[in-house]
């Protein structure tokens, strides 16, 4: 298993930024490792996710364009990069890992499907008003 702390949350108007870190104890370097989000009232959503080689990475089309994901495997970190922010990504986010070699199926398929992820975090509120 492992610990993730995310961190980097908070207010900013429709157009800013917000750089949201998660640090990762334990084996990091071999995990599938993602950002959710959550809104009141509505289910858990996938916003992208990046392989353990930092090769491959997918979006969300909500996002696409406007946040981007990457890793540090020598830090065990992981980030998302939002810019353009909308009033629309108003929410709670969570980072999730996932072992590379866990029977959850192709991640190119489920990668952000949150019942492929089996750790996460407590999560960091993002507010954007417009």
């Known amino acids: 298993q492992v610990q993730l702390v995310e961190s980097g949350g908070g207010s900013v108007q429709a157009g800013g930024s917000l750089r949201l870190s998660c640090a990762a104890s334990?084996?990091?370097?071999?995990?599938?490792m993602a950002w959710f989000r959550q809104a009141p009232g509505k289910e858990r959503q996938g916003v992208a996710s990046?392989?353990?080689?930092?090769?491959?990475?997918k979006y969300d089309d909500s996002v696409k364009g406007r946040f981007t994901i990457s890793r540090d495997n020598t830090k065990n970190m992981l980030y998302l990069q939002m810019d353009s922010l909308k009033s629309e990504d108003t929410a709670m986010y969570y980072c999730?890992?996932?072992?590379?070699?866990?029977?959850?199926?192709?991640?190119?398929?489920?990668?952000?499907?949150?019942?492929?992820?089996?750790?996460w975090g407590q999560g960091t509120q993002v507010t954007v008003s417009s």
């Open positions: 999730a890992a996932v072992p590379s070699d866990s029977n959850g199926g192709s991640w190119s398929l489920r990668g952000l499907q949150p019942d492929y992820y089996k750790s």
């Open positions: 334990g084996l990091f370097y071999n995990k599938y």
């Open positions: 990046i392989a353990p080689n930092t090769a491959y990475t």
